[in-house]
């Protein structure tokens, strides 16, 4: 008996680390804030002595997603060792009741709906750099999905916020491609699966999945490329894990810009966590424009 309580403890123990090791050592805290009459819910992680000026990343979720703040992906125990500050925003309803980023899906569109998520995360950004004394300059964007639309557009429309962005998953819809034009260079890193069927790599211009048309995800990197003049690619195989990685890296752009396109061979709709630490490479995408 005396046997099995050790081996219980032993394994909570192994739990409690494994856990510490997934969500990191600092805080996770919920909070509101209102945007045009909508009130908005938004988590906020902080590393422990997190110092004044440190970044910010905003993470966004996907359409439909039910883990909000998204734990799974693994920036925690990045923000611990490298000091900085991530932020969940979660997404009010859709019409359909889905939580969900205003980035003019079809079926929103042919329904009247809109919601001016662009200005909302504007104004939270400054909240939270008054609030928590963080990076005036070093704010970054990130997420999957819906939540990676949402990082294409804010490169669109808020370069003078953002350092840097980081679609996974993400796409850009054929209005964006068509009626939008970059207002400044910014650095951009896409991580996706070639055998992603919901953001399919190689484009869906004609609706058939009925979120909209959009372009295929090589593209949509290559404008980001020549948006930020870059004038050469250099490849790199990273270590196999599960699917091959590959690195396509853009560099020589303007003020030292680079585009990346991780290509995920074989991957499907998701973080690729499973085939690298996803995290962790954003982070070192970003860290190259900390100033």
Same mark, same amino acid.
């Given at each position: 008996?005396?046997?099995?309580?050790?081996?219980?403890?032993?394994?909570?123990?192994?739990?409690?680390?494994?856990?510490?090791?997934?969500?990191?050592?600092?805080?996770?805290?919920?909070?509101?804030?209102?945007?045009?009459?909508?009130?908005?819910?938004?988590?906020?992680?902080?590393?422990?002595?997190?110092?004044?000026?440190?970044?910010?990343?905003?993470?966004?979720?996907?359409?439909?997603?039910?883990?909000?703040?998204?734990?799974?992906?693994?920036f925690?125990?990045?923000?611990?060792k490298?000091?900085f500050?991530?932020?969940?925003? +979660?997404?009010?309803?859709?019409?359909?009741?889905?939580?969900?980023?205003?980035?003019?899906?079809?079926?929103?569109?042919?329904?009247?709906?809109?919601?001016?998520?662009?200005?909302?995360?504007?104004?939270?950004?400054?909240?939270?750099?008054?609030?928590?004394?963080?990076?005036?300059?070093?704010?970054?964007?990130?997420?999957?999905?819906?939540?990676?639309?949402?990082?294409?557009?804010?490169?669109? +429309?808020a370069?003078?916020?953002?350092?840097?962005?980081?679609?996974?998953?993400?796409?850009?819809?054929?209005?964006?491609?068509?009626?939008?034009?970059?207002?400044?260079?910014?650095?951009?890193?896409e991580?996706?699966?070639?055998?992603?069927?919901?953001?399919?790599?190689?484009?869906?211009?004609?609706?058939?999945?009925?979120?909209?048309?959009?372009?295929?995800?090589?593209?949509?990197?290559?404008?980001?490329?020549?948006?930020?003049?870059?004038?050469?690619?250099h490849?790199?195989?990273?270590?196999?894990?599960?699917?091959?990685?590959?690195?396509?890296?853009?560099?020589?752009?303007?003020?030292?810009?680079?585009?990346?396109?991780?290509?995920?061979?074989?991957?499907?709709?998701?973080?690729?966590?499973?085939?690298?630490?996803?995290?962790?490479?954003?982070?070192?995408?970003?860290?190259?424009?900390?100033?």
């Open positions: 008996m005396r046997k099995l309580a050790l081996l219980i403890v032993a394994l909570f123990a192994l739990s409690a680390i494994a856990t510490a090791k997934n969500t990191g050592t600092g805080t996770l805290t919920e909070h509101t804030f209102k945007h045009k009459g909508i009130e908005y819910t938004y988590y906020l992680y902080k590393p422990q002595n997190l110092p004044e000026g440190a970044p910010l990343i905003m993470a966004f979720h996907g359409y439909g997603s039910k883990q909000i703040p998204s734990i799974g992906y693994g925690h125990p990045v923000a611990d490298e000091g500050a991530v932020c969940y925003p +979660k997404g009010p309803k859709d019409n359909k009741g889905k939580h969900c980023w205003a980035v003019g899906y079809a079926f929103h569109l042919d329904a009247g709906w809109e919601r001016d998520d662009v200005g909302f995360t504007i104004r939270l950004v400054k909240h939270l750099q008054k609030e928590h004394k963080l990076s005036k300059h070093n704010v970054f964007a990130t997420g999957h999905s819906n939540g990676g639309e949402m990082s294409y557009l804010l490169a669109y +429309k370069p003078h916020i953002f350092a840097a962005v980081a679609p996974v998953s993400g796409l850009t819809m054929e209005w964006m491609y068509r009626t939008l034009k970059a207002k400044r260079p910014i650095p951009l890193m991580v996706h699966g070639t055998l992603d069927k919901t953001s399919k790599w190689n484009g869906n211009l004609e609706n058939i999945d009925k979120w909209g048309g959009y372009i295929a995800v090589p593209r949509a990197v290559g404008y980001w490329a020549a948006v930020n003049n870059c004038t050469h690619e490849t790199e195989m990273l270590p196999l894990v599960k699917n091959q990685v590959i690195a396509h890296r853009y560099v020589g752009g303007v003020n030292g810009n680079e585009v990346w396109l991780y290509e995920v061979v074989n991957g499907k709709h998701n973080w690729a966590g499973d085939s690298m630490n996803t995290a962790a490479e954003i982070w070192k995408f970003f860290s190259k424009y900390v100033k």
